[in-house]
Structure formats: structure tokens, C-alpha cells
């Protein structure tokens, strides 16, 4: 699928990965609460295989988001980020606008994220605390980045 982009003021936000400096994702990520530590190949790894959204002003990276989806049924919104110096001028909200916009992500029957803090703005977007709860579960290994990598 071709690239998208789109502008908003000084930013744009971009599908083409090889625009991606992944040196911006891994640094955010590897201190994020969500992927601390994460290895820059894993990294690397998430992006091969989501659809990926940059934010950008100019050359230079500022957000991230990635979508696991199998562009039919199901999407996991996933490592949204807008550098702090970055933050509180609707660049975000922008993001997401592109991102639930795509041509590829439309007629999903679910979208699903995890977050800590981000409820007021998921919420602007549709999103809610799980309507049965009881019926979802997950394997969580949350010490996965810190042990040491089984040998091969």
C-alpha cells in the first residue's frame, strides 16, 4: 500500500516507514512504563510487522504510533507517543485522527489499547473501559526486557 501523509500546521504524519528514525522510537520506548528496557531489535521487529504512523516538523521525528491489525476485523492501537516539548497542541489528537482516518483500518469491528494515563484522550475517540471484562484474557511477562536471552 502506498504511503499516506498528511499536514497539520508545522507537523505531518506519515505512513512511509522509511521515513521512521528508529533511533527517537527506541529511545522513547526503551523509558517508557510499557516497554522499558525494550532491545532496539525488538523494536525494529514491532514496526516490520504493524502499520506504522511518524509525526514529524520537517526532518526531525516527534511521535510514533503503531497498529497490529489484520485490516479486516481487529486493530491494537499501540506505542502512541508525542515528545514532551512536543505535547499540548492538538498534534495527538491529530495522530489519531490520521490513524482511525486510513483507509486500510476502516469497518474494523474492534479496537483494543492498554494505557495508564491516557483515558481522557482515547476517550475523545470512542474508547472505554471493557464492556465485559470477565471475558478477556492475557499473558503478561512484564520482566521479559531485564532477563537475560536464552541462548540459541
Excluded at 476517550?123 to 470477565?134: I, R
Amino acid at each position: 500500500m502506498t504511503a499516506l501523509e498528511r499536514n497539520y500546521g508545522k507537523y505531518f504524519v506519515t505512513t512511509d516507514r522509511a521515513r521512521l528514525d528508529l533511533d527517537v522510537i527506541h529511545e522513547f520506548l526503551r523509558h517508557s512504563y510499557w516497554a522499558e528496557g525494550i532491545p532496539r531489535e525488538i523494536v525494529v521487529r514491532s514496526i516490520e510487522n504493524s502499520l506504522c504512523f511518524g509525526v514529524f516538523t520537517d526532518v526531525q521525528q516527534v511521535g510514533f504510533a503503531r497498529v497490529i491489525t489484520d485490516s479486516a476485523t481487529y486493530a491494537y492501537l499501540a506505542d502512541v507517543f508525542i515528545l514532551a516539548e512536543h505535547r499540548g497542541g492538538g498534534v495527538a489528537k491529530f495522530l489519531l485522527r490520521c490513524i482511525f482516518e486510513h483507509p486500510q483500518l476502516q469497518g474494523l469491528r474492534r479496537w483494543t489499547l492498554v494505557t495508564r494515563d491516557g483515558h481522557s484522550l482515547y476517550s475523545q475517540f470512542g474508547f472505554h473501559s471493557l464492556a465485559h471484562p470477565e471475558r478477556f484474557m492475557e499473558i503478561v511477562d512484564g520482566d521479559i526486557y531485564r532477563r537475560p536471552k536464552p541462548a540459541v
